[in-house]
């Protein structure tokens, strides 16, 4: 009965061994795959701030490589009309007006 008894209690000890190893495994597994998840997610947002702001300045450039030869067109054509610049020393974000005449502003819509 001893011999019985002496094996169980050594199965017992190598089962809380087994069991506290698995545990300190499962931990150290847990937070390698957060510090992996965080730094992961911060390389995307850094990706996706790169992106938006690179996306941004390029409709910058396009928007004045498009407004430029606009401006220009419409002095050319309000000087053949014999008008002054329309657009002279001009922003056209500076351009007030329209919206803010008559209509319903598109109430309704």
């Keep these: 009965m001893d011999v019985f ?3 169980f209690s050594m199965a017992k000890e190598g089962v809380v061994a087994a069991a506290e190893k698995t ?5 150290g ?9 965080m730094y992961l997610g911060e390389k995307t947002k850094a990706g996706v701030e790169a992106s938006v702001n ?8 396009q928007a ?11 002095n050319d054509l309000s000087q053949q ?20 005449q008559g209509g319903d502003g598109g109430e309704g819509y």
């Design 81 to 100: 009309a014999g008008q002054e610049n329309v657009a002279a020393g001009s922003n056209p974000a500076d351009f007030q007006g329209g919206m803010e």
């Design 23 to 27: 545990k300190a495994g499962v931990e």
């Design 64 to 74: 004045g490589i498009v407004g430029d030869p606009t401006l220009a067109g419409a």
């Design 29 to 37: 597994a847990a937070a390698k795959t957060k510090e992996g998840a």
């Design 5 to 7: 008894m002496k094996g």
């Design 54 to 61: 690179k996306v941004a300045n390029r409709t910058t450039d």
